[in-house]
């Protein structure tokens, strides 16, 4: 595996392109040695990078359908992005280590080698049985209306972390 330094002012072109390549890819997230999502993982709605309050966001997908992004870590006075890439994987981007201020733990988003369709397909299905189960878990026939509701759900959250 190789890293590659994302040079400061070029935060935020590269947040939007990793953002626009990794969404929906299953992503694990660890804080040093400490597992915060781990395997499975969670498909990946992206990361944010807000130079004024100086703190790159990691979000990843949940079944909360008030707050499909769940923000899974901040990291606080960012210092340092590493691309992380292997060239003999199937996609050579495996995932992406940020850096935060002296002291803290490295923060890792690592990726699972999984098409993203099926990722995206099994997020739906999540989603859309948790409006099932809003509706109290008993009325059934709702399938194809909760799936549609979940796509547009999902999609509605992912588009702000491709703009």
């Not at 330094?5 to 997230?29: D, G, T």
């Not at 807000?50 to 960012?78: F, K, M, Q, W």
């Not at 796509?151 to 588009?159: D, F, G, S, V």
Request: proline content about 6%; charged content about 25%.
């Amino acid at each position: 595996m190789k890293k590659m330094r994302i040079l400061k002012n070029e935060w935020p072109s590269f947040v939007k392109n990793f953002n626009r390549q990794n969404q929906f890819r299953r992503a694990s997230l660890t804080l040093g040695e400490d597992v915060v999502v781990g395997e499975p993982g969670l498909p990946l709605v992206g990361l944010a990078y807000d130079p004024e309050e100086r703190r790159v966001d990691i979000y990843l997908g949940g079944t909360d359908t008030e707050n499909l992004a769940h923000l899974s870590h901040g990291v606080e006075v960012p210092r340092a992005l590493y691309l992380i890439t292997d060239e003999e994987a199937s996609n050579p981007v495996v995932g992406v280590q940020i850096q935060g201020p002296p002291g803290t733990s490295m923060a890792y988003v690592m990726f699972e080698d999984e098409m993203l369709e099926n990722v995206r397909c099994h997020w739906i299905a999540n989603v859309a049985y948790t409006l099932f189960e809003i509706r109290g878990g008993k009325v059934h026939g709702h399938d194809q209306k909760d799936w549609y509701e979940a796509e547009r759900l999902i999609k509605e959250t992912i588009i702000p972390f491709l703009v």
